[in-house]
C-alpha cells in the first residue's frame, strides 16, 4: 500500500454499482411490467461502467480506501471477475425474468450481491468484511427463493437457515479477534496469541467457508442450485465464491500469516476434504444442476489450496487469482447451457450435438475446462495451485488435487456422452447459448493468452549456459541458484564484496527475509538478469549449470506464474 485515502472516487466501482442498483430499484417503481426489462438495461449500463472504472483503477497505486478498504490487485482481480460474470447472469436472466411480476427486483438483488462479493475481498477491517458477509448473503437468500415454487421456497429455507447460523459463528470470531488484539483492522490482528487465536481462526473460516462452498459448509449447495431457477443457480454459485476466495487470501495474508496457530494445516486439510467429496458425491448424480452443484463444492476444493498456501509460495497469489478468473467464467458458461436448453436429467441432453453442434461444442469446452483440459484458463489455474502445493512443501495436497482432477474427468464425460447420442430435436434459447457460447471463447482466450505469454516472455529462469571463472557474487551465479533449491543455502551464505553489484546485494537482503520460505523473490530476476547484462556462456564460481539440469516442471510453473501475473496485472 502506498498510502490511505479518503477519497469517495477510490470506490468508483463500487458506488456505481450501488447507483445501479437503486436506479433499478427506482425505475421499477414506475414502468409497467411490459416495459421493465429497462432496468436490465440499467443495471447493464452500471457493470460496464464499473468494469470501466476498475480498468482505470487498476494503474493507479495501491491505496487503503477511509482505513478500512484495500484498493490493491487483490481488489482488481475480484472487481473484474465478479462484474463480468454478473454482466453475463444479467444477459443470461433477460428471457427467463421478462414478464414476471418482480423483474425489476431481481436484476437489483442481482447487482447487490454482487457488490457484497467485492466488499467481501478488498475489506481491510473486520467489520466491513462482515457488513459484506451480509450484503452479500440476503440478496442471494432472496434470489433463492424468486421463483416462489416449492423446491425455492425450500432452498431459500436451507440457504437463509445455514448462512444465519454460520454467520453468527463468524460474529463470534470477531468478537474474539478484537477481544484478544484490541482492533478490528487486519493489520493489527496478528499480535493476538494462545489458544483463544486459534478459536477465532476457526470461527472466522466458518462465515467465509460458508459463502465459498467448502466443506463442511458446503451442504446448501446441491439444494439452492437444484430448488432455485436456473439463472440464480448459476448466479450463487459463481459470483459469491468469487469475492469469498480472495477475501480468504487477504485474511490469510494479512492475519493469519502473523499467527502460531497451526492454520495452514487446517486450510490444507479443509482443501483436500472439500475436492474429495465434491468429486465421490458426483459421481452418481444424474440431475445436471445436482452435478455442477457438487462439481462446484470440489472446485472450491481447489481454490483453497492456494489460500493455505498463501505466505509459503510466492505462486499462491497468481494462481487464485487466476483460477477464480478462470473458474467464474467457465461455471457460468457450464449453466447457461443448462438455461438454454431446458433439461434437468443427463438423458434429456441427447441430440444436443446434431440438434445445436455450436452449443454443444461450448458445452464440451465448458465441462472439460472445468476439469482442467489444455487450453482452456482453468488448465492455467489448476498448473499453478498445484505448483504452489508443492513449492511450499505440501507435496501430498498437489497429489491429491492431480488425483481428484483425472476421477472428475468420469463423471463431466457423463454429461457429454449422451449429447453425443440422437435424440429428439434440441431448441435452444438464444440469449443463453449466446452466453454459452461466449463464456467458452473467454475461456479459451485466457487459457490460449497464458500460454502465449509463456512462449514470446523471455526465459528469465533458465540461465544459458554457466561455466567456471566467474567471481561468486556475480548476479549470473545468484540468478542461477535461485532455480534451484538445492543450491539456495549456499548462495545466501557467499560473502557479498562491497564492489558487488547493487542488485546482488538486494538478492541477499529480499533473500533474508524469505529464508524460511525457501524462496528467493523469483519476480526480480528479470531484472537481475537485464542488469547484469546476462548473456549466453556467462559463468560462476567452479560449477558448471546448464539450463536443462533445473528441471523442465519447475522452470515451466514459474513461467506460467509470471505469465498468469503478467496476463492478470493486463486484463484486470
Known amino acids: 500500500m502506498t498510502g490511505m485515502a479518503d477519497n469517495p472516487a477510490d470506490l468508483l466501482p463500487e458506488l456505481l454499482l450501488l447507483a445501479g442498483a437503486v436506479g433499478g430499484l427506482l425505475a421499477g417503481l414506475f414502468l409497467p411490467r411490459d416495459r421493465q426489462r429497462l432496468v436490465a438495461w440499467i443495471c447493464g449500463l452500471a457493470l460496464a461502467g464499473a468494469l470501466a472504472a476498475t480498468a482505470v483503477a487498476a494503474f493507479r497505486p495501491d491505496m487503503m480506501a477511509f482505513e478500512a478498504f484495500s484498493v490493491d490487485p487483490l481488489t482488481h482481480v475480484a472487481r473484474a471477475t465478479v462484474i463480468v460474470a454478473t454482466l453475463l447472469v444479467v444477459v443470461l436472466a433477460g428471457g427467463w425474468a421478462r414478464g414476471r411480476r418482480r423483474e425489476a427486483e431481481l436484476y437489483v438483488l442481482v447487482l447487490l450481491a454482487a457488490l ?5 475481498a478488498g475489506a481491510a477491517d ?4 462482515v457488513a459484506a458477509y451480509l450484503l452479500a448473503s440476503i440478496p442471494a437468500y432472496a434470489l433463492a427463493g424468486f421463483a416462489k415454487d416449492g423446491p425455492g421456497v425450500e432452498a431459500a429455507l ?11 459463528l463468524m460474529l463470534a470470531g470477531v468478537t474474539l479477534f478484537y477481544g484478544l488484539a484490541g482492533t478490528t483492522a487486519y493489520q493489527g490482528l496478528g499480535q493476538a496469541r494462545g489458544g483463544a487465536a486459534g478459536l ?5 473460516l466458518a462465515g467465509l467457508l460458508f459463502k465459498a462452498g467448502g466443506v463442511p459448509a458446503h451442504f446448501w449447495v446441491p439444494d439452492v442450485t437444484e ?3 436456473r439463472v440464480v443457480a448459476a448466479f450463487v454459485t459463481t459470483v459469491p465464491k468469487a469475492g469469498a476466495f480472495v477475501a480468504l487470501l487477504r485474511v490469510a495474508v494479512e492475519v493469519f500469516a502473523g499467527l502460531d496457530v497451526g492454520w495452514r494445516p487446517l486450510v490444507a486439510i479443509v482443501a483436500a476434504a472439500t475436492m474429495t467429496l465434491g468429486n465421490l458425491a458426483a459421481f452418481h448424480q444424474d440431475n445436471v444442476r445436482r452435478l455442477l452443484a457438487y462439481s462446484t463444492v470440489s472446485q472450491a476444493g481447489y481454490l483453497l489450496v492456494p489460500v493455505a498456501m498463501a505466505g509459503g509460495s510466492e505462486l499462491a497469489g497468481p494462481a487464485l487469482l487466476f483460477y477464480v478468473a478462470a473458474y467464474a467464467i467457465t461455471n457460468v458458461g457450464a449453466f447457461a447451457v443448462v438455461v438454454a436448453v431446458g433439461r434437468e436429467s443427463l438423458a434429456g441432453y441427447a441430440g444436443l450435438s446434431r440438434g445445436s453442434p455450436v452449443l454443444f461444442l461450448a458445452l464440451v469446452v465448458c465441462l472439460l475446462g472445468l476439469v482442467g483440459t489444455p487450453p482452456t484458463a482453468v488448465f492455467v489455474g489448476k498448473v499453478l495451485v498445484f505448483a504452489a502445493a508443492w513449492d511450499a512443501g505440501y507435496a501430498w495436497l498437489a497429489a491429491l488435487a492431480a488425483i481428484n482432477t483425472v476421477a472428475s474427468v468420469f463423471y463431466y464425460l457423463r454429461w457429454i456422452r449422451p449429447a453425443l447420442r440422437p435424440g429428439e430435436a434440441v431448441t435452444a434459447a438464444r440469449p ?3 452466453v454459452a457460447c461466449v463464456a467458452a471463447a473467454l475461456s479459451l482466450v485466457l487459457g490460449l493468452g497464458s500460454g502465449l505469454v509463456l512462449l514470446l516472455r523471455p526465459a528469465v529462469p533458465a540461465v544459458p549456459a554457466v561455466r567456471s571463472g566467474t567471481p561468486a557474487h556475480h548476479p549470473v551465479g545468484l540468478a542461477a541458484g535461485v532455480l534451484d533449491r538445492g543450491h539456495d543455502e ?13 542488485a546482488v546485494r538486494q538478492v541477499h537482503v529480499d533473500a533474508d527475509h524469505s529464508r524460511d520460505q525457501g524462496q528467493l523473490a523469483l519476480h526480480r530476476l528479470d531484472a537481475f538478469c537485464t542488469a547484469a547484462g546476462v548473456q549466453s556462456g556467462d559463468v560462476v564460481g567452479d560449477e558448471a549449470v546448464d539450463k536443462r539440469d533445473h ?3 519447475r522452470s515451466a510453473v514459474q513461467g506460467l506464474g509470471m505469465a498468469a501475473s503478467w496476463l492478470g496485472r493486463t486484463l484486470f
Request: proline share 4%; glycine share 12%; no cysteine.
Open 116 to 120: 457484497g462479493a467485492i466488499m467481501l
Open 126 to 129: 473486520l467489520l466491513v468484511l
Open 158 to 168: 436451507k440457504y437463509y437457515l445455514m448462512g444465519a447460523f454460520l454467520g453468527v
Open 200 to 204: 477465532a481462526v476457526v470461527l472466522l
Open 227 to 229: 430448488g432455485a431457477s
Open 432 to 434: 443463453a447459448a449466446v
Open 490 to 502: 549456499a548462495l545466501l551464505h557467499r560473502p557479498v564484496g562491497e564492489h558487488a553489484h547493487p
Open 551 to 553: 528441471g523442465l516442471l
